[in-house]
């Protein structure tokens, strides 16, 4: 089986790669991270208390991957160790755990990839606005312009104020 390149998929607001594993054709590692500040301004006051739909999106991509590779015949477990690719990215990048892709083809490999990026955006998007369909095949910038036009300035001012104890007369 021959194996494709590495890929990448990556803005301010997430990134995705899948690069091969040295000495095992069709194996690939799987990283995802987002960078939750980014999102803040999209999803604050959206979403229940304690509830945080870039988190949950990112933690809920690796499940849909795993399921999207299983469908297509490959196999997938986890790698075991934190995202490696991805170690660049601090203050306020969550990285869900590697993920090991078998028995993919390079073509299968490029799907994961595209399959990830609109999934992850529109996983996210359905719990904050869900009326916006993500279109299928936007490049990197495309998705951030996106991502941008839906965040709101002074985010915090304008979410529902937080609940407060009653405080004693």
């Not at 949950?56 to 690796?62: H, N």
């Not at 015949?73 to 995202?83: E, H, K, L, Q, R």
């Not at 299928?136 to 312009?145: D, F, K, M, V």
Request: overall charge negative; charged content about 15%; aromatic content about 8%.
């Amino acid at each position: 089986m021959t194996t494709a390149a590495p890929l990448e998929y990556q803005n301010d607001f997430f990134t995705i790669k899948i690069s091969p594993l040295k000495h095992r054709s069709g194996a690939y590692n799987y990283s995802i991270g987002l960078n939750l500040p980014k999102f803040n301004p999209i999803i604050w006051g959206r979403t229940g208390i304690c509830s945080n739909a870039a988190f949950k999106g990112l933690q809920q991509l690796r499940a849909d991957v795993s399921h999207y590779a299983h469908q297509k015949g490959s196999s997938t477990m986890d790698a075991g160790i934190p995202c490696t690719n991805l170690c660049s990215h601090v203050n306020g990048w969550y990285q869900e755990s590697d993920l090991i892709i078998e028995n993919a083809s390079p073509e299968l490999v490029s799907d994961i990839l595209a399959f990830s990026a609109r999934t992850l955006v529109q996983t996210i998007l359905t719990a904050a606005h869900y009326d916006i369909t993500v279109e299928a095949g936007l490049a990197p910038a495309e998705s951030q312009r996106l991502l941008e036009s839906l965040s709101v300035p002074n985010y915090q001012e304008a979410a529902p104020p937080p609940i407060a104890k009653p405080q004693a007369a």
